[in-house]
C-alpha cells in the first residue's frame, strides 16, 4: 500500500466545518499510519485566513508568520455612508491599528505574531500541494508559508494570487449611490514577504506542470499523474531501504 491520502479544499470560507474536518482527518491518518499527503487547492479562491491558517499549523515544522505587513490607508471614508458596517470598521481599526512612519494605519500584533505548530495529531510525512490558477487569497498564504520546508512540494501551476501580497483581511459591501450596484472592497494591504522582488507573479510551484485542451478532452489531470508517480517512487526506495536495513540486521551464516 501506499499508505497515502488525498484532501480536496475549493475554499478556506467560514460555515463549512472546516475545522472539525481537519481535526477529524488528522486523527485518522495518524491511526492509518499515513507517509504521504496531497492537498488540492487548486481550485481554492480563499476564504477566512483563520482556517487556512490552522491546516497550515498542522503542517509546518517551525514557528510561521503569515505576513510582514498588514496596513490600510485610512481608517475613514469620505464614502463612508455607501460602505457596509463603515462605523464598526472605524471602531475596529481605532483599537487594533496605529500610524506608523509610513502614514499607514498597521496591524501590528499580526505583523509580529508567530504561529505554533500542531503538537497534537501533526503530520510529519511528505506534503504534495496542488495549485493552479484559480489558487487565490488565503490559499496563497497556506502554500507561501509552507513552500521550501524538507518535506513539501508545490506542484501545478503558478497561483493566482500574488506571491508578494494581496488586499484582503477586512472586505464590506459597497453600494453604489446612483445604481446601486454592490461589490467588495477590501481595505488591508497585506505583504506576505516584503523582501521579495514585487513583480505581479504568483506563487511559483517547485514540479510545473501544465494542463491543455488535450487533457480535458481525455479526462487526463496531468498533476496528479506527476504527484503520484513521485509517490509511487517514494514508496518503493523506502521499502527497499526497509528491506536492505533488515538484511542487514541479519547474522551472516554459521554464527
Known amino acids: 500500500t501506499l499508505r497515502s491520502a488525498f484532501m480536496t479544499l475549493n475554499t478556506f470560507s467560514s460555515g463549512n466545518h472546516l475545522r472539525g474536518f481537519f481535526r477529524r482527518s488528522f486523527r485518522e491518518m495518524r491511526k492509518r499510519d499515513i507517509k504521504y499527503l496531497v492537498v488540492d487547492v487548486r481550485n481554492n479562491g480563499g476564504g477566512d485566513a483563520s ?5 497550515t499549523k498542522y503542517l509546518s ?5 503569515l505576513a ?3 496596513y490600510t490607508n485610512k481608517r475613514s471614508s469620505q464614502f463612508g455612508s455607501h460602505i457596509e458596517l463603515q462605523p464598526l470598521y472605524w471602531l475596529w481599526t481605532l483599537f487594533v491599528t496605529h500610524k506608523a512612519d509610513d502614514g499607514k494605519f498597521h496591524f501590528g500584533y499580526f505583523e509580529r505574531h508567530y504561529y505554533q505548530p500542531k503538537r497534537r495529531k501533526h503530520f510529519d510525512g511528505q506534503v504534495y500541494i496542488l ?3 484559480n489558487s487565490f487569497s488565503a490559499t496563497t498564504l497556506f502554500a507561501k508559508a509552507l513552500q521550501g520546508q524538507s518535506n ?7 497561483t493566482g494570487g500574488g506571491a508578494y501580497g494581496n488586499t484582503a483581511w477586512m472586505i464590506p459591501d ?4 446612483n445604481t446601486h450596484i454592490r461589490f467588495r472592497l477590501p481595505r488591508f494591504k497585506l ?5 521579495l522582488v514585487k513583480e ?5 510551484p517547485d514540479i510545473e506542470v501544465g494542463y491543455n485542451s488535450l487533457f480535458v478532452k481525455r479526462g487526463i489531470d496531468p498533476k496528479l499523474g506527476v504527484v503520484f508517480r513521485i509517490i509511487r517512487d517514494s514508496a518503493r526506495l523506502d521499502q527497499e531501504r526497509r528491506i536492505n536495513q533488515s538484511a542487514g540486521h541479519r547474522s551472516p551464516p554459521g554464527e
Open 191 to 195: 505583504i506576505m514577504d516584503t523582501a
Open 200 to 204: 505581479g507573479r504568483g506563487i511559483r
Open 174 to 177: 459597497v453600494t453604489l449611490p
Open 51 to 55: 482556517n487556512s491558517t490552522l491546516l
Open 68 to 70: 510582514d505587513s498588514l
Open 61 to 65: 515544522r517551525k514557528p510561521f508568520k
Open 152 to 158: 513539501v512540494t508545490v506542484i501545478g501551476e503558478e
Open 131 to 133: 495549485t493552479g490558477g
